[in-house]
């Protein structure tokens, strides 16, 4: 059983930051990834950012310069920071999480969802 929980989402002027949290909890014996996904009105949900256990990070172009992935090992949380924020960023943010759940066994967690609107 893993539980996975995003906070930290909100109204957010354009130009102006916010950081997202993602807490991971449960039978986690390691973690492979975590991510973060998010989803637009009329969209797909498109990937966002992406940190690997060997620390490697992966940004969609839409993004780069702008957010910031990043975790905390021991408390198996992952943190969004997301600056210079525009119009298009505006959509529901969700975690990814893909710990090893027991020896060899990956598992694949969803959060709920937290909403960011980026209005003025």
């Known amino acids: 059983q893993v539980q996975v929980v995003e906070s930290g989402g909100g109204l957010v002027q354009p130009g102006g930051s916010l950081r997202l949290s993602c807490a991971a909890s449960?039978?986690?014996?390691?973690?492979?990834?975590m991510s973060w996904y998010r989803q637009a009105p009329g969209k797909q949900r498109e990937l966002v950012a992406a940190?690997?256990?060997?620390?490697?990070?992966k940004y969609a172009d839409s993004v780069k310069g702008r957010f910031a992935i990043s975790r905390d090992n021991a408390k198996n949380t992952m943190y969004l920071q997301m600056n210079s924020l525009k119009f298009e960023d505006t959509a529901v943010y969700y975690c990814?999480?893909?710990?090893?759940?027991?020896?060899?066994?990956?598992?694949?967690?969803w959060g709920q969802g937290t909403q960011v609107t980026v209005s003025s």
């Open positions: 449960g039978s986690i014996f390691s973690m492979y990834s």
């Open positions: 940190l690997t256990s060997g620390g490697m990070t």
């Open positions: 990814n999480v893909v710990p090893q759940v027991r020896p060899g066994v990956p598992g694949d967690y």
